[in-house]
Antibody, heavy 122, light 109 residues
Framework: QVTLRESGPALVKPTQTLTLTCTFSGFSLSTSGMCVSWIRQPPGKALEWLARIDWDNDKYYSTSLKTRLTISKDTSKNQVVLTMTNMDPVDTATFYC??????????????WGQGTMVTVSS | QTVVTQEPSLTVSPGGTVTLTCASSTGAVTSGYYPNWFQQKPGQPPRALIYSTSNKHSWTPARFSGSLLGGKAALTLSGVQPEDEAEYYCLLYYGGVWVFGGGTKLTVL
C-alpha cells in the first residue's frame, strides 16, 4: 500500500524559510520511473504544481516560483524535502505531496498525501 | 505565462452526462501534454481519476472517461451520481513543468 504524509510547521513568519517533509511508504524513489511532486492550494483556490524530483535526482520547478524552491530526497529515509524561501502571507496554503509515476508514454500523479496547512503570519 | 482554462462551473442532473474540458493557452492539447484529471471534495485531498489523456486508475469508476476533444482535454461523466458533485482539476505538462487548470465546480442537481 502506497502512502504519503506531509509534515512541517503550521505557522511561519513572513520572510522565513519553510521546510516541508514528505515521508512515504510502499515504493522506493530509487526505482526507475518513481517521482514525488509537491502541490499547494491556497484556501478556496485552485491547485498549483510546485516541484518534482525523480528517481535519478532530476528536479523540476514551477516557472514562477523556481527562485524560491528547492526539492531534495533522502532515499534511505523515504523522504522528500521541499524548502520555500522568503515566505509571504499569500503563500498561506495546504501543501500536498503526490507520487508521480513516469513511463515512456504515461505520467500519473496517482497517490496523494492528506496535506499540511501552512499559515504565513507575523 | 501558460494558462490552463476549465469551465468554472457546470450543472448536471443525476443520471445525465457531462463533459468538462481543459484548454491550453499555447494551443491544442495533445497526448504529449499527458492530461491528468483529479476530483476534490471539500476538506479532502485531490483524488486521481485519469492519467495521460484516457487511462483510468484501478479505483476510477467506469462512468468517468478521458479523451481529447476539439483541441482540448476532456473528462466525461456518464450516468452522473450525486456523489460526483465536486471540484475537478486538470493538469497539463509543458516540458518539465506542470500547470493545473483553475478547476470546474460540478453541481449535481
Amino acid at each position: 500500500q502506497v502512502t504519503l504524509r506531509e509534515s512541517g510547521p503550521a505557522l511561519v513568519k513572513p520572510t522565513q524559510t519553510l521546510t516541508l517533509t514528505c515521508t512515504f511508504s510502499g515504493f522506493s524513489l530509487s526505482t526507475s520511473g518513481m517521482c514525488v511532486s509537491w502541490i499547494r492550494q491556497p484556501p478556496g483556490k485552485a491547485l498549483e504544481w510546485l516541484a518534482r524530483i525523480d528517481w535519478d535526482n532530476d528536479k523540476y520547478y514551477s516557472t514562477s516560483l523556481k527562485t524560491r524552491l528547492t526539492i531534495s530526497k533522502d532515499t534511505s529515509k523515504n523522504q522528500v524535502v521541499l524548502t520555500m524561501t522568503n515566505m509571504d502571507p499569500v503563500d498561506t496554503a495546504t501543501f500536498y505531496c503526490a507520487r508521480t509515476t513516469v513511463t515512456t508514454s504515461k505520467v500519473a500523479f496517482d497517490i496523494w498525501g492528506q496535506g499540511t496547512m501552512v499559515t504565513v503570519s507575523s | 505565462q501558460t494558462v490552463v482554462t476549465q469551465e468554472p462551473s457546470l450543472t448536471v442532473s443525476p443520471g445525465g452526462t457531462v463533459t468538462l474540458t481543459c484548454a491550453s493557452s499555447t494551443g491544442a492539447v495533445t497526448s504529449g501534454y499527458y492530461p491528468n484529471w483529479f476530483q476534490q471534495k471539500p476538506g479532502q485531498p485531490p483524488r486521481a481519476l485519469i492519467y495521460s489523456t484516457s487511462n483510468k486508475h484501478s479505483w476510477t469508476p467506469a462512468r468517468f472517461s478521458g479523451s481529447l476533444l476539439g483541441g482540448k482535454a476532456a473528462l466525461t461523466l456518464s450516468g452522473v451520481q450525486p456523489e460526483d458533485e465536486a471540484e475537478y482539476y486538470c493538469l497539463l505538462y509543458y516540458g518539465g513543468v506542470w500547470v493545473f487548470g483553475g478547476g470546474t465546480k460540478l453541481t449535481v442537481l
